[in-house]
């Protein structure tokens, strides 16, 4: 698991899940053979898989941290640039998007609608004018998957949940929560209190 990835799988255990890493999911495709009909299998990895007893979360997390950071026409897969659109196919191709949504929900035994796809971002593409995070919000929300819209998290809504995880007086032996505890100690952060 990346490092970005375990911030958000501390964030959705905060939330009652039960997290796990990178699982790969089969789907079959249609090869652009012209001769005759041909499909082949691919499987398609979900970076965090989340479930409860309500719900079961796919999420795919970018943090994209010290580059340019998520940018919305490669999200929508709308840019002449496909290797950067495939880098976001459980997002922008509803084929995939909905095989993959229908297998986890065959695997884990949880009707498709209560099947949730979610997106965490550590960085979008020219944050100081918001105008990326303000489409690839608008997109996803227009977006039918499984039982509902995509749903974005950014960076903010990620470290909230984990300062306020971090601030439980409860020992959990996560490097992600120890570092934060850490740097408390250290008199270098506020674990549990509001920003300003």
Known sequence: MESFEQFVAVAMEAEGFIVSSAIKFPVQRQTRKMIHSETQTHGYEVDLVAARSDRLVLATVKSFFGSRGVAAEHVTGVSTNVR?????????????????????????G????????????????????????????????????????????????????????????????????????VL?????????EDEP
Do not use: M
């Not at 509803?94 to 065959?106: C, L, Q, S």
């Not at 690839?136 to 749903?151: H, L, M, T, Y």
């Open 84 to 108: 950067s659109n495939n880098l976001y196919l459980l997002l922008n191709d509803p084929v995939i998007r909905d095989a993959v949504v229908t297998a986890a929900a065959e695997r884990y």
């Open 110 to 181: 949880y009707p498709v609608d209560q099947v949730t796809v979610r997106f965490y971002v550590g960085r979008f593409a020219g944050p100081t004018k918001g105008a990326h995070e303000a489409k690839i919000r608008q997109w996803c929300s227009d977006q039918r998957v499984g039982g509902g819209p995509i749903e974005v998290y950014g960076l903010d809504d990620v470290v909230a949940a984990v300062r306020k995880a971090a601030a439980s007086k409860t020992y959990r032996d996560n490097p992600v929560l120890v570092t934060l505890k």
């Open 184 to 192: 408390e100690a250290a008199g270098h952060l506020s674990v549990g």
